[in-house]
């Protein structure tokens, strides 16, 4: 059971702590408490599709994808395993190598809800990465509605007190006041070059002091399901998914499916038959269905196989 944060926790995130591996065990046992709030919010917490919204946690130590310093612990809920891995295929190729590198964390692709834990306070959270381009551009595109620009600054507006709106290190906007200009300000904002060094995330969130989140002990459990139950609609407003489909990916991830069941291959390549009663033989590829299913001419034979029983020879 989920026993709160306490005064220890939050000073394992002091930024004398930030760089040193000497206490990665101290931000270990908050990582856990976090693990353990994510098992009991999980189930609460879905995308628009219904499917449930995987949690994990930030590392504890300092690295390469956290600029070598923790200067907070991080529990994030997202689109589960198997429709990130669907989406990753087509974000990582506009992606260079190198940002890859410096940052594999699922997180900068995806659309994420964030409880996050620092020196002096606890966040609640939805946050955008710029790379996350298939959900940043759906939002782009659903902005450019007046109905749903309408409806999402509603959903804005009538979060809680406290939320504000904003890039992290520009201008924020209160979430209660927003409008069009503002929101659309964040939005250039975040379409900004990277500084070296430096997180930039599009936020819709609120911080409670460290004083209050001690307070409350195991009470922070039920303050967090109520956080994330009112930043969850905005979180499937702007999601990807094929009912909030605004980008038009649904045809891109079927010709992805498509390429991925026909390994490469095309008509008139010249194959080499790896399985099945044919196997040492070569031919060559007369027709593809979009299943992958060939016919192969071996010498004066057509047989059908299927795409993984060849290679290219």
């Known amino acids: 059971m989920f026993p709160g944060f306490t005064d220890r926790d939050f000073d394992a995130y002091a930024p004398q702590k930030w760089k040193s591996n000497v206490f990665n065990r101290e931000r270990l046992e908050v990582k856990q408490k976090l693990l353990l709030l994510g098992k009991e ?52 190729r506009a992606r260079p190598m190198a940002s890859m590198l410096e940052d594999p964390t699922p997180q900068r692709n995806h659309l994420f809800l964030a409880v996050t834990i620092g020196h002096d306070h606890v966040e609640f959270a939805v946050k955008l990465h710029p790379d996350a381009r298939i959900d940043r551009q759906n939002l782009e595109r659903k902005l450019g509605e007046h109905w749903e620009n309408m409806k999402l600054l509603e959903l804005i507006r009538d979060l809680p007190a406290g939320y504000t709106v904003g890039v992290t290190g520009g201008t924020q906007f209160p979430a209660a006041t927003i409008d069009d200009s503002a929101l659309k300000a964040a939005l250039a904002e975040l379409a900004k070059p990277e500084l070296p060094g430096k997180t930039h995330l599009l936020v819709v969130g609120r911080a409670v002091p460290r004083s209050a989140v001690a307070a409350e002990g195991s009470g922070l459990l039920e303050t967090a399901r109520g956080e994330l139950a009112a930043l969850l609609p905005i979180y499937q407003f702007v999601a990807w998914s094929r009912d909030n489909d605004f980008v038009l990916m649904r045809e891109a991830l079927k010709q992805e499916k498509q390429a991925k069941r026909q390994k490469g291959l095309a008509k008139n390549d010249k194959v080499r038959i790896v399985r099945g009663v044919f196997a040492g033989r070569t031919g060559v590829i007369q027709e593809i269905d979009a299943k992958g299913a060939l016919r192969v001419l071996v010498g004066t034979v057509a047989v059908k196989m299927g795409a993984d029983e060849v290679e290219k020879s």
């Open 41 to 92: 919010l999980a189930g609460s917490l879905v995308a628009a599709d219904g499917s449930p919204l995987l949690s994990e946690a930030s590392v504890e130590h300092p690295a390469l994808w956290n600029h070598k310093q923790v200067e907070a612990q991080h529990l994030f809920f997202s689109r589960n395993e198997g429709a990130r891995k669907e989406l990753d295929r087509i974000i990582d």
